[in-house]
Every structure is written in C-alpha cells, then in structure tokens.
C-alpha cells in the first residue's frame, strides 16, 4: 500500500532545525493530552494547589469512580456505545453494496446520484438543526437514541458510499468477470468474491464512521435532553453548566470520551490514516 | 422468475435502501432548511406565519449577524491558514527518512481523533487563569509573574479558540498532505539531485506544484470543518467574553433551539449553506485542482 512506504522520498536528510520543530509540535501536541490525563488521576482538591503539580503526587481512580456513581456517566457510555455502533453498522451495510454498484454497474442515475452524495458532505450539519429538531419532534423521538442513530447516517452514509467507492474502484473488474463466467451471480460475485477482497476497506471506513458518531456534538446536542440519550461528549458540558467547575471529574469524564480515539488511534492507525485518506483524494 | 427479476435491476436494488436513507436524512431536511427559512416561526410563541423573503431582509439590519460573520471569517480565516503551514512543514518533515514515522503519527493523530468538545474544554483548562496550565507554564519559565485571565479578554479568547482548532485539526492536514507527497515518484528528487538542486528548490518546483490537488483536498475539508463547527467554541468560551467569539454556527443554535427563532435561524443556516459552497467554489477557481494530475 503506497502511504506506508518507508523509503527514502524527498532525498535528504532531516536538519536540526526541522528536528527541533517537530519535536516543539510534538510536545505541543501531546500535552493537552497529558494535561487531561494527570488532571483526571489527581484529588479534586490537589487541582486546586499551587504551584501545579506536573506529575501527580497520589494518583487516584475515584474520579472515574465519582463520575459512575454519582454521576450518569453509565448511561451516557453506554448511550454513546450503542448510538455509534448502530449507526456504523447501519451505515455500513447499506452503505457498502450500494458503494459497489457505483463502482461496477452504470446504470440510468448513476453519476446524479453519486455527485449528491459528494454534495452532501458539504452540507453544514449546523445548518440543519431546526429541520432535524422539527422532524424529530414530529416523530416523538426527541431524547431517543433511535434519534441519534438516524440522524448520524447524514454524515456516515455518504462517508461510508464515497470511501468503499473508492475500495471497489481499486479491485480488478476481472475478477468479477472470472466469476461471472464461472456462472456466478451477481449477487454472489459481490458477497463471495468481491466483498472478502475488501475488507481492509469495510474496517476502516467502519472504524472512522464509528469515532464520528461517538465524537458527534451538534445534533446530539439539540436532540437530547436527558440521560436517557445524552452521550458522553455531552454529559461533558454538565460540568460546564455547574457555579464551580470540577475539573479533576470533569477531566475523568473526558478521559473516557477519549478512549476510543486513543485505542483506534494507537492499534489501527493504518486504517484510519488509509479511510481518511481514500476519503478526502479520491475523485 | 423472482430472481431473474432481482438479477436484471440488481445494480438499483443495491443502491436503494442507502438512497431511501439519504432521502429521509439529507434531501428532506435540506428542502426543509429553504422551506423555514419563508417563516416567522417562534416556538416560544407558538406561532408558524408565511413571510417569504422578509427573513432575509431583515439579515441586512441585523448588526449581530454582520459581527458574527465577521468573528466567522477570521476564526475560519486564521485556524485553517495556520493548520495548512504548519501541515505542509510536518510533512514535508514525515515524508523524508525519518525514524518511527508510523509511530510519529500515532501521536500525531490524536489530538484529531478526540471529541472536539473535548479539545474545546481542555483549552479552557488550560488556559485557566488561576490553576491552568498556561499561566503555570508561563510563571516557572519566569515569561510572567501574574496569572493572566486570558479568556475574559475578547482577542485572548478569539486566539484561544483558534489555537484549540488548529491543535485538532492540523492532524487532518498533516495526513492528506503526506499522502500526496508519498505518491510523488522519487526519480523526479534523483534528477533534481543530478541537478544540484536545494532542498528548497526541490520542495517549491517538485513537491508543492504536485501536491497541489491534496492541498485542494485539505483546504476545502478544513474550511468545511471549521466554519461548521460549534463544539470548541461552545465549550471553551460560549461565546464570550461579552460575544467577542459569537460566531454564525453559535448564533445558529442559539436562535433555532435556545430561543427558539426556529424561522430565522433557518435563515442563517441557509446563508450559511451557500457561504460553504461559495467558498468551495472559489477555491476551484482559484486552484484548479485538476490540472496537476497527468
């Protein structure tokens, strides 16, 4: 796969000055990071100490534990779990064949319907809000995660179509001739012969459209009202709304809305990267 | 007889079940978006009343909208001009022999790949006045020995919010320009080297002329994000101090579901709409992608 060569590219040699740099953008980088994780190990009242302190002096859980109890933090985890795997998965499965026949059959509408698709994404989801609100309201699903679930597929669907659009488009067209002459049929070419082929394609445009809907803010926000729906990037700004900010819960709550992002991030890195950038290039 | 039916329209039955989804979730609401927008309609008076254009009209007195615009352009403006140079040096970094590139970025990413609400409240943390870090940083380095209250001022919070999208989203930029750098042929640097050309000369005649369509690439999905987004601003500032980080995604929601002006909060939104096309469009015109590739 051509963006995880290693070789030599542009032919030179790394200069001090370009080490320094990305080590200033790296610290950079990885600092607020650092920042959420050691505010959320410290004591509520250790955050409040001067000078700070850059390396927690009795690290503790029971933050995590305080945003369990006392806190819904159960239901908006589980809330942001089924929310985002429903929708990846009803982005995927509708989303992949329908890829596929883009890719492999012109037929009458082919190319009006893949350019609104291009289109959409370029919808503002802000824009939308009231039309969501009003159809949602309308529907009585307001505060429901069946709610959320729908309306996630604005952003994933199309993601998911344009990203295995261009999976398919990389596969060889005799191989679904070979298949064809071995009196397959159509529906069997794409389910035993193409689909297995695609499968690095399917987990990452999955993994990506789930860390979508999970960090997913703006309609979740004006859908939901309790924790009956609200997911955790929204039980966030419960902390917000309080007089006094408590930043070392607050910070816990955060370590967990970022856990995905640093799992996906640190043991499917190639597949994200490879998602991304097969869903930005690709024309 | 039911299959030989199913074989002969098999490229639509595959494609329906998403197009029937995408009907229901981007063609309806987009139509409806333009349908509302004709509308003086107040969910807190309950009233719904047809006023065709009057909603735009009344766009041009409205000095909140012209400000916000404003702070819209130079959030947008700043954040993506910033993510774009400092994408191009780290990736012009990454893509030579470097060591532990996959590794590299890891770390890289992410910053992207947290909940932006997320990278919105931990700026405010940061860059709390008493016990943030910033300040902490600030003092043990001996730049200043006062805590500053960086976000109770108009510009400091502006920069703030900035700074915060362009740490999120430079990760983005990065990655999309490093592919296209990987994807240049290395005969070319090797025929440049014969030449005796510099490491600048290479990057301004090789690399940037033919990384141009993922320069498009990641300048339009930026622009895109950051004039879309609500999240970092929403949670590190909410608008303040005073309305100084207002911007048209917070007054959008602040009309259509804290006030509920859902009429003329379409209104914004359809404007909205067609400044993300408009600027799509320019930059087309003003890059023309296409004309890089073979």
Known sequence: MKFFKNK??????ISLWQYLFLGAYILFSLFPIYWIIITAFKNPSAVLELPVNWIPKNPTIDNFIYVFRERPYLSYTINSVVAALSSTLLCVVLGTPAAYSFSRYDFKGNKVMFFSVLVSRMIPPIALIVPFYSMMQNLGLIDTKIALIITYSFFNLPFV??????????????????????????????????????????AASAMLAFIFSWNEFVFTLVLTLT???????????DFIADDFIDWARLMAGGALAATPAIIFGLFFQKYIVGGLTKGAIKE | MLKKIFDKYFHYWMVFPAILLLAFVVI?????????????????????????????????????????????FIYVGSAVTISLILGLIISNI???????????????????????????????????????????????????????????????????????????????????????MQSIPNQL?????????????????????LIKPSIFVALVMRTLFAIRALDIVYALTGGGPGESTEVLASYIYNL?????????????GVILLLITIALVFSFMFILKPGSARE
Not at chain 1, 8 to 13: A, I, K, M, Q, V
Not at chain 2, 36 to 47: D, P, R
Not at chain 2, 257 to 262: D, G, H, I, T, V
């Open chain 1, 8 to 13: 030599l590219n542009s032919g030179d040699n």
């Open chain 1, 161 to 202: 179509i344009w990203v295995m659009k261009s999976y398919f488009d990389e596969i060889p067209t005799g191989l679904d001739e070979a298949a064809r002459i071995d009196g397959a049929s159509k529906w069997q070419i794409f389910k035993d012969v193409v689909l297995p082929v695609t499968l690095p394609g399917i």
């Open chain 1, 227 to 237: 924790p009956a729906a609200k997911t955790l990037p929204i039980g966030l700004m």
């Open chain 2, 28 to 72: 309806y609401p987009t139509f409806n978006l333009f349908y509302t927008s004709l509308f003086f309609k107040n969910g807190q008076l309950g009233v719904t009343r047809f006023v065709g254009l009057q909603n735009y009209k009344k766009l041009f007195f409205d000095t909140n909208f012209w400000q916000y615009l404003g702070h819209t």
């Open chain 2, 94 to 180: 990454l893509n030579k022999a470097i060591k532990g590139r996959s590794a590299l970025r890891t770390i890289m990413l992410l910053p992207w790949m947290i909940p932006l609400v997320l990278t919105g409240i931990t700026w405010r943390w940061i860059l709390q006045d008493i016990y943030g870090a910033f300040n902490a940083l600030l003092m043990q380095l001996g730049i200043i020995n006062q805590s500053i209250a960086w976000l109770t001022d108009g510009t400091t919070a502006m920069i703030g919010v900035i700074t915060a999208d362009f740490w999120a989203n430079t990760p983005f930029v990065t990655i999309i320009l490093l592919a296209g």
């Open chain 2, 189 to 209: 640097y090797e025929a440049a080297d014969v030449d005796g050309a510099t490491g600048w000369q290479k990057f301004y005649n090789i690399t940037l002329p």
């Open chain 2, 256 to 268: 259509g579901r804290r006030w509920l002006r859902m009429g003329y909060g379409s209104t914004i």
